[in-house]
T-cell receptor
Framework: EAGVAQSPRYKIIEKRQSVAFWCNPI?????LYWYQQILGQGPKLLIQ????????DSQLPKDRFSAERLKGVDSTLKIQPAKLEDSAVYLC????????????FGPGTRLTVL | GEDVEQSLFLSVREGDSSVINCTYT??????LYWYKQEPGAGLQLLTY?????DMKQDQRLTVLLNKKDKHLSLRIADTQTGDSAIYFC?????????????FGAGTRLAVHP
């Protein structure tokens, strides 16, 4: 079974630029999560999708971050404009169904904002 | 509020046992998890325990849960150099149908010969 795929693996941008990350969850997984992991910290949930609907985006800085999951499969997370403090690893995870099932993580995208 | 705390570093000798500790705050947590993260990689689920259990063993891994003290530990027997990584404790928190994971900051385990 293929795992969660993410791209790109690394991205370096300057502040105020825009960036987008892509995630392809495990086939058949209804729930998709985006986490932000700042160096030295644990992952923090940004947004959670159930199929193509948002069930929790309380921690998403909506003035600059946006995410979508069209057709309930792949997802993109966008930052516009980026700030220095957005430097982090962005992890995507998926689980079979919504109710707190075991989450499986992708390798992450490491973003550096200069 | 929801919070998970872990010690930041642990150094052990190869072949010894490692014990990584974690405390959490949400008494309604139903599941508690241990994830492993190697350099440049995502999080790998190691094991989890349901809140009505106080111990779970899986090969070299033993999880102990003290629900009264909200304390969770992960014991790795016969620690190997390949066990060097960051270990994250996480609690399932929230209410309703869609829960989320709250992670600690991670414990960096260093295994030396």
């Amino acid at each position: 079974e293929a795992g969660v795929a993410q791209s790109p693996r690394y991205k370096i941008i300057e502040k105020r630029q825009s960036v987008a990350f892509w995630c392809n969850p495990i086939s058949g997984h209804a729930t998709l999560y985006w986490y932000q992991q700042i160096l030295g910290q644990g992952p923090k949930l940004l947004i959670q999708f159930q199929n193509n609907g948002v069930v929790d985006d309380s921690q998403l800085p909506k003035d600059r971050f946006s995410a979508e999951r069209l057709k309930g499969v792949d997802s993109t997370l966008k930052i516009q404009p980026a700030k220095l403090e957005d430097s982090a690893v962005y992890l995507c995870a998926s689980s079979p169904a919504g109710r707190g099932d075991t989450q499986y993580f992708g390798p992450g995208t490491r973003l550096t904002v200069l | 509020g929801e919070d998970v705390e872990q010690s930041l570093f642990l150094s052990v000798r190869e072949g010894d046992s490692s014990v990584i500790n974690c405390t959490y705050t949400d008494s309604s947590s139903t599941y508690l998890y241990w994830y492993k993260q190697e350099p440049g990689a995502g999080l790998q689920l190691l094991t989890y325990i349901f809140s009505n259990m106080d111990m779970k063993q899986d090969q070299r891994l033993t999880v102990l849960l003290n629900k009264k003290d909200k304390h969770l530990s992960l014991r790795i027997a016969d620690t190997q150099t390949g066990d060097s990584a960051i270990y994250f404790c996480a609690e399932r928190a929230g209410s309703g149908g869609y829960n989320k994971l709250i992670f600690g900051a991670g414990t960096r385990l260093a295994v030396h010969p």
